[in-house]
T-cell receptor, first 113, second 114 residues
Framework: QQQVKQSPQSLIVQKGGISIINCAYE??????FPWYQQFPGKGPALLIAIRPDVSEKKEGRFTISFNKSAKQFSLHIMDSQPGDSATYFC????????????FGTGTRLKVLA | EPEVTQTPSHQVTQMGQEVILRCVPISNHLYFYWYRQILGQKVEFLVSFYNNEISEKSEIFDDQFSVERPDGSNFTLKIRSTKLEDSAMYFC???WGPGANVLTFGAGSRLTVL
């Protein structure tokens, strides 16, 4: 019930390509879905987040697609750049009633120059 | 840009020893958290802290763990008697509010238990 499943575990993309990372959750009480980006030696940093009242949110080259009925959400990185090479974590939480995030297992993205 | 500061960056300790990890959250944040990440695995919630008390904790946060905000700026995680399986990266985070508020993470403290 509390798990967030993330795939793929690792991803290699050519520069300029589209990177797609998928997550699925079980608990329908979750209503806040952030994506965090982590560079080696650094803590995770918020990249983009979505609430289930919208099906898509775009910020620059980063887009979250959300499918409430399937309990799935995904991160799309358009025009992927070598500087995007990092580990990406999806997470789920509730706007109210909890203080914790449930993180996915992470996707290590490598963008080739 | 404000940041969460953690010390030490790396600590090596013998099994059974006590360890204290320290964090300075962002100054106007009210909610404080510890998460941990075992090498190659997901980031796991340990505990949240608000108004000088624990607001939520996970099943990982057993009696050997404790948290404290001793002086209004520092936020500490104490592990009383370390075990090999406590080896992990420990992240402190803070936020202005709970739930959907943005968590700002520190760079982490790597704990190695021998």
């Amino acid at each position: 019930q509390q798990q967030v499943k993330q795939s793929p575990q690792s991803l290699i993309v050519q520069k300029g390509g589209i990177s797609i990372i998928n997550c699925a959750y079980e608990n329908t009480a979750f209503d806040y879905f952030p994506w965090y980006q982590q560079f080696p030696g650094k803590g995770p940093a918020l990249l983009i987040a979505i609430r289930p009242d919208v099906s898509e949110k775009k910020e620059g080259r980063f887009t979250i697609s959300f499918n409430k009925s399937a309990k799935q959400f995904s991160l799309h990185i358009m025009d992927s750049q070598p500087g995007d090479s990092a580990t990406y974590f999806c997470a789920a939480s509730r706007v109210a009633g909890t203080y914790k995030y449930i993180f996915g297992t992470g996707t290590r993205l490598k963008v080739l120059a | 840009e404000p940041e969460v500061t953690q010390t030490p960056s790396h600590q090596v300790t013998q099994m059974g020893q006590e360890v204290i990890l320290r964090c300075v959250p962002i100054s106007n944040h009210l909610y404080f958290y510890w998460y941990r990440q075992i090498l190659g695995q997901k980031v796991e919630f340990l505990v949240s802290f608000y108004n000088n008390e624990i607001s939520e904790k996970s099943e990982i946060f057993d009696d050997q763990f404790s948290v404290e905000r001793p002086d209004g700026s520092n936020f500490t995680l104490k592990i009383r008697s370390t075990k090999l399986e406590d080896s992990a990266m420990y992240f402190c985070a803070s936020s202005w509010g709970p739930g959907a508020n943005v968590l700002t993470f520190g760079a982490g403290s790597r704990l190695t238990v021998l």
